[in-house]
């Protein structure tokens, strides 16, 4: 069914981001875990979130089981609440359950945000992959989702991609709802200037933090500065 944009009543979502004057808040930092990691990275973690503020962590593991996941998870979930960062478990809407975290993201193939939604609550923030689409992104907003989530907008090493958006689809997102919108792949704290300015309300990273020269606090400092331009 096609959705229409001016059908869509959406919710600002994402806890409370608006103020009393219905300002768009500032572009934030949604950090993204390496996709395997061992026990030890909760320390590599904590010293990263040294390096600037950070709204959100997204345990993003592949190719292990949810137990192994929750089991690593445990240490990094509450280093998360220590630091006020919200804890958001990717792909599975069961373990976001099972471990009590912030927020699910969900792909196009993970699950059905609508469930989600009557699985997890209503303080449970959902996310959804909407690669290049309007279409997807008006969707999930349709269904509930808490954000949804545009890219890949730059090339990128740490996951395979066929969708390259065009940064205006932030603009336009922007323009017409209050729900959030995330951009993700590829984002450096050299590339993400155009990224700001046309609206994303989060830039999603990964192997720009856990892969930088000067190690990942400095890579967070580094993209603080990018966002405050
Ligand atoms: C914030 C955010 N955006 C997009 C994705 C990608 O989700 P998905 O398409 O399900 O791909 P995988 O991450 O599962 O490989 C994400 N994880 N987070
Ligand atoms: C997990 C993920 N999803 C993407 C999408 O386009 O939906 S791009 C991507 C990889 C994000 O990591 P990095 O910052 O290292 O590129
Ligand atoms: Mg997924």
Not at 33 to 59: C, M, N, Y
Not at 200 to 221: H, R
């Amino acid at each position: 069914m096609e959705i229409e944009e001016s059908e869509l009543k959406l919710d600002p979502g994402f806890a409370d981001r608006f103020d009393s004057e219905d300002r768009r808040p500032d572009c934030q930092l949604y950090l993204i875990s390496p996709p395997a990691i061992t026990p030890a990275f909760v320390d590599t973690l904590a010293a990263a979130l040294d390096g600037g503020p950070v709204a959100a962590f997204q345990l993003r593991l592949k190719g292990i089981d949810d137990h192994a996941i929750a089991k690593l998870a445990e240490p990094i979930q509450k280093l998360c609440a220590d630091r006020d960062v919200a804890f958001i478990v990717n792909d599975s809407i069961g373990l976001a359950k099972r471990l009590g975290a912030d927020g699910v993201h969900l792909g196009q193939e993970d699950g059905d945000a609508r469930e989600a939604r009557q699985i997890l609550g209503p303080s449970v923030q959902i996310g959804v992959t909407c690669h290049d689409s309007r279409h997807l992104a008006m969707e999930a907003g349709e269904a509930g989702a808490d954000y949804v989530a545009f890219g890949a907008f730059y090339p990128t090493t740490t996951k395979q991609v066929e969708h390259h958006p065009d940064p205006s689809i932030l603009s336009w997102w922007t323009t017409l709802f209050e729900l959030p919108c995330v951009a993700i792949g590829g984002i450096t704290p050299d590339n993400a200037a155009p990224l700001v300015k046309a609206g994303a309300d989060f830039l999603a990273v990964s192997g720009a933090v856990w892969n930088a020269e000067g190690g990942p606090a400095a890579a967070i400092a580094a993209f603080e500065k990018a966002i405050r331009g």
